[in-house]
């Protein structure tokens, strides 16, 4: 497929890296400027180019960047044609993306990004940790292969999340509309708690909505307190025994 990714960080930088080995065409581009993808472009074939002409003559759109950066992006897919499949990877932090009322009122953070974009959305790759996503991808068929959810509301756009998700080296796992994607958002039982395709649909039924924001808000505090300046993503191992112990 030919996929544009807009955002290069801890998710967008990985992402870039797997799919392109996965054989797809990236384009990629972030809010600092082609130039500042030199390396990543050299070592993965993609190119870097602004964001306008990334989300050119592509299948499929990732935006990997944080929830507060979605609304300006309106104007910028408002050319996009219908049938491309765009990707969010997002999960609101009211620390990081300013209190956003309609989200602390209860609705499901998709269901907001959708209406901040005017179009449909895949919900994917946001409920797994940076260092795992990074280097705990395995072969399709590994006992111990982590599995991700994947929420859409277009069938076609559901089977493209989950088709590249898969080449991530995670297992995908249908986790239904995105009015349930709640179910995957941040305090969660599968929110970057690392778990197995038999695990996970266990996990996404227990998760009880209500408690999210504050078990959310325990696991932001704990890693502030262990990593210090609230932007620098723990190790996995830390990072899954905090989440499992908050989380499930």
């Known amino acids: 497929m030919n996929i544009g990714i807009i955002g290069t960080g801890h998710i967008g930088k990985t992402l870039v890296r797997k799919l392109a080995k996965a054989g797809h065409t990236i384009q990629m581009a972030n809010s600092r400027g082609p130039e500042t993808l ?18 050119q003559g592509v299948d499929v759109i990732i935006l990997s960047v944080p929830l507060k950066a979605l609304p300006p992006m309106k104007e910028l897919l408002a050319g996009v044609p219908e049938e491309v499949t765009i990707i969010d990877t997002s999960n609101y932090y009211p620390f990081r993306d300013t ?7 209860g609705q499901v953070e998709s269901l907001w990004v959708v209406e901040q974009l005017g179009r449909p959305i895949v919900k994917a ?11 705990k991808g395995t072969a399709a068929g590994s006992s111990d292969r982590i599995a991700l959810p994947v929420a859409a509301d277009r069938e076609r756009d559901r089977q493209v999340g989950l088709a590249l998700v898969e080449d991530t ?23 970057c708690t690392d778990l197995t395709i ?51």
């Open 38 to 55: 030199k390396e990543l472009a050299e070592e993965t074939g993609a190119k870097a180019l602004t964001a306008e002409e990334a989300i």
């Open 99 to 105: 209190r956003i009322e309609a989200i602390e009122a």
């Open 198 to 248: 038999e695990q996970l649909p266990g996990a996404l039924a227990a998760a009880e909505r209500a408690r999210l924001p504050k078990r959310r808000d325990l696991s932001i505090a704990a890693i502030q307190e262990r990593v210090g300046d609230g932007t620098t993503n723990p190790d996995s191992e830390y990072a899954v025994r905090l989440t499992r112990a908050l989380f499930m």
């Open 125 to 135: 790759w946001n409920c797994v940790g940076s260092d795992s996503f990074a280097n």
């Open 169 to 191: 080296g995670f297992d995908a796992f249908d986790a239904g509309t995105l009015a349930e994607s709640w179910r995957q958002q941040p305090g969660a039982p599968c929110y």
